[in-house]
């Protein structure tokens, strides 16, 4: 296969000169520009797009780094990211973590290296200095989803004090006054977030009325399911009349669980999820839930980070963008009985 030096001999020119004239930073006289053109055409000489690219000192890659891809908010994420970036011609380097501090920091280093012209990155946990860090080196980068508070790039979250207000308005015009908050610690910023809308929503409704409970923990099935068991074995006069759990997985973990205590939704409790990215309308009864715009959070994310033509202009974004939630009424909120 015919290479770069191949077709300089062939023209008669420097290797050097074929090159800048294929990535259109050289004029040649049109003789000189036939020559190489011939050569081409002779040698049936095939550039090497990838080589081109970092000629011009870009890669035409996007870094892409998530805690997860097997649940359906990450799945649903990526995949809009993918589909964005192939309609700005771009391609994906796709990253999981598996929400570890030490691969995080692994992959950021990646992009460092200049394999990958942007970093788009989510983590499931609270970043540390280490971390942001690592965000602030690594170039033109947009975090989204979860804070890492050092980290001096763009920011994209869905807007997690109104998702947690719509499902404490709801739960409180529904009657309920004694409620469990599930999921999310105060150090991520969806969990302190979401439990201070939920707070404000109960209260503007119900006043100093409401008993909101906390049971703090992952975004996990197994988080939905131990709050479930705590749950059902309180005695019944004791438990809450309904319950807010904060993501697909706490959703699916605590249904499970209520389910085989033979407990009824909502008639021995009501529910209200966040995230609708799973399912959820499938459900017996299908979920009421806090919708999060994922696949906009997605699209956006890659637009954003187009934007930034290098690291310094990052200054020049909002610190922070807020994308608007919505609350899905469905069959899984009573009035308590």
Do not use: W
Not at 190 to 205: D, H, I, K, L
Not at 293 to 303: M, Q, S, T
Request: a negative charge.
């Amino acid at each position: 296969m015919a290479n770069l030096q191949d077709v300089a001999k062939t023209a008669g020119v420097s290797k050097t000169t074929v090159s800048r004239f294929l990535n259109g930073s050289l004029d040649l006289p049109a003789q000189t520009a036939e020559q190489i053109n011939s050569a081409i055409r002779e040698l049936n000489y095939k550039p090497n797009p990838h080589a081109r690219r970092l000629s011009l000192g870009r890669t035409d890659t996007i870094g892409l780094i998530v805690p997860d891809i097997s649940t359906p908010f990450f799945a649903t994420f990526v995949a809009a990211v993918e589909e964005e970036a192939d309609a700005n011609g771009k391609a994906l380097a796709l990253h999981a973590t598996l929400n570890r501090h030490d691969r995080e920091l692994s992959y950021i280093d990646l992009v460092r290296q200049g394999h990958a012209d942007g970093l788009i990155f989510l983590t499931n946990h609270h970043g540390d200095s280490s971390l942001a860090a690592r965000i602030n080196a690594a170039g033109p980068c947009v975090v989204v989803d979860e804070d890492v508070a050092e980290a001096y790039v763009p920011k994209l979250f869905s807007d997690n004090v109104q998702g947690g207000r719509l499902a404490g308005r709801h739960l409180a015009e529904a009657g309920h006054r004694h409620v469990l908050f599930i999921g999310g610690v105060d150090a991520m910023i969806s969990g302190q977030r979401r439990y201070q809308g939920f707070t404000e929503g109960m209260a503007e409704v119900a006043g100093d009325a409401c008993r909101i409970e906390r049971a703090v923990g992952a975004y996990t099935f197994d988080a939905g399911r131990a709050a479930a068991r705590a749950f059902v074995a309180r005695e019944a006069t004791e438990r809450p009349t309904a319950i807010f759990a904060t993501s697909d997985e706490l959703v699916i973990g605590l249904y499970e669980v209520l389910r085989e205590a033979g407990m009824s939704v909502p008639r021995d409790v009501s529910v209200v999820g966040f995230d609708d990215v799973g399912p959820l309308h499938l459900f017996a009864p299908a979920v009421t839930a806090v919708r999060q715009p994922v696949r906009e959070l997605g699209k956006r994310a890659l637009r954003l980070l187009l934007e930034l033509s290098s690291p310094d202009e990052g200054a020049k974004f909002p610190r922070e963008e807020l994308l608007p939630v919505s609350l899905i009424e469905r069959a899984s909120v009573a009035p308590p009985i």
